[in-house]
């Protein structure tokens, strides 16, 4: 790991776009691959703003639509660092819906998901420690802790993942 330190707000990212009739299924909600798209997009823009390197993803977990997502809506994702290892970052990604004719905003989905740091010749580069700014960002890095041991745990059997 490097000995330089990042604030969680630094890593910070928004993402704004209405969806439209080509983003959606026949039944008028927005298909769950575009929404992946954007949420994958978001993330990796917070791990790029962290490491300041070109990042690749290594693992998504659960992504589970408690909502649709309509044509018409204009969703907002946010996304930030919640954990870093040596050449690693979580980055937790939450998705908003609102209908902007009646103002009425709702929470979609939240994932987490894990980026790789790249060098210039394509190989895993260390990234910036973490530095917390509030109590929540400071207990998110501990859950983030914990779920990157059981992903370890997990890629043991079929592959690795970075620590």
């Known amino acids: ?20 009739p080509q983003d959606a299924n026949l039944t008028g909600n927005v298909h769950g691959g575009h929404i992946m798209k954007l949420v994958d997009e978001a993330g990796a823009l917070a791990g790029m703003r962290h490491s300041r390197q070109r990042v690749v ?4 977990d659960q992504l589970t639509f408690r909502e649709p997502i309509y044509i018409g809506d204009l969703i907002t994702i946010v996304s930030e660092i919640s954990y870093v290892g040596r050449t690693s970052m979580e980055a937790e990604v939450s998705v908003y ?67």
């Open 97 to 163: 819906a609102e209908d902007p004719q009646k103002g009425k905003r709702r929470h979609t989905n939240t994932a987490y998901l894990v980026y790789v740091a790249l060098d210039e010749h394509g190989k895993p580069v260390g990234v910036p420690s973490l530095a917390t700014e509030t109590k929540e960002q400071q207990l998110r890095l501990e859950q983030g802790k914990a779920r990157q041991e059981h992903r370890l745990n997990r890629a043991k059997q079929g592959g690795a993942l970075d620590s």
């Open 1 to 20: 790991m490097t000995t330089e330190s990042r604030k969680v707000s630094e890593s910070r990212t928004t993402i704004s776009q209405l969806m439209n």
């Open 57 to 60: 993803t290594v693992a998504v």
